[in-house]
């Protein structure tokens, strides 16, 4: 069964930093391009980051870019992201979820989200 | 960035019958070299993360109930719930996948029961 869990969320001042694990089981991990999503409090679904299987690609959308950094851990099947200069607006659950191919693909699994809470 | 626009935001619909609801999408998404339209479809019920069951915008994924189909083409596209249930209530979005990056979402349309 394919698993996806995040861990790593909690409350953090504004310009605070922050990591976000997601951790894989019950599929090859290291064959599978993965992504971040978050949804703020009662707002839609928002892409963050891509990675593709073997970190040769990397994307960002542009709210987060220059301070959001996504990696991976082929080895210990696990996605990370590490978040700096946190500011109120990044509030949100993080979903890690899996591409079912490249970049232009959509998600077939997502774990059940790490709530990220910036705040003074 | 691709424009995803989905309406209406909420519907109402009773037990049994159908719901429909749409998705535009800015510019087209259908890559013509393989004639597949880079669309999905997912369901998201609260408290709980989104799903997904709809890809290649009519490809129902495994498991999904067959009351639920995609269709449409280019820029418009269609989910429709053949016969409501009570566990179909949950917020819906789109999702199109052509022009990457950014992967982008529609606002999403939540259904509730009549």
């Known amino acids: 069964e394919v698993q996806l869990v995040e861990s790593g969320g909690g409350l953090v001042q504004p310009g605070g930093s922050l990591r976000l694990s997601c951790a894989a089981s019950?599929?090859?991990?290291?064959?599978?391009?993965m992504n971040w999503v978050r949804q703020a409090p009662g707002v839609g679904l928002e892409w963050v980051s891509y990675?593709?299987?073997?970190?040769?690609?990397?994307y960002y959308a542009d709210s987060v870019k220059g301070r959001f950094t996504i990696s991976r851990d082929n080895a210990k099947n696990s996605l990370y992201l590490h978040m700096n200069s946190l500011r109120a607006e990044d509030t949100a659950v993080y979903y890690c979820?899996?591409?079912?191919?490249?970049?232009?693909?959509?998600?077939?699994?997502w774990g059940q989200g790490a709530l990220v809470t910036v705040s003074s | 960035d691709i424009v995803m626009t989905q309406s209406p935001d909420s519907l109402a619909v009773s037990l049994g019958e159908r719901a429909t609801m749409n998705c535009k999408s800015s510019q087209s998404v259908l890559y013509r070299s393989n004639n597949k339209n880079y669309l999905a479809w997912y369901q998201q019920k609260p408290g709980q993360p989104p799903k997904l069951l709809i890809y290649?915008?009519?490809t129902r994924e495994s498991g999904v109930p067959d009351r639920f189909s995609g269709s449409g083409s280019g820029t418009d596209f269609t989910l429709t719930i053949s016969s409501l249930q009570a566990e179909d209530v949950a917020v819906y979005y789109c999702?199109?996948?052509?022009?990457?990056?950014?992967?982008?979402f529609g606002q999403g349309t939540r259904l509730e029961i009549k």
């Open positions: 019950g599929f090859t991990f290291s064959s599978y391009s």
């Open positions: 290649w915008a009519s």
């Open positions: 990675i593709s299987s073997s970190t040769g690609t990397i």
């Open positions: 999702q199109q996948y052509y022009s990457t990056p950014p992967i982008t």
């Open positions: 979820a899996r591409a079912t191919t490249t970049s232009s693909s959509h998600f077939d699994y």
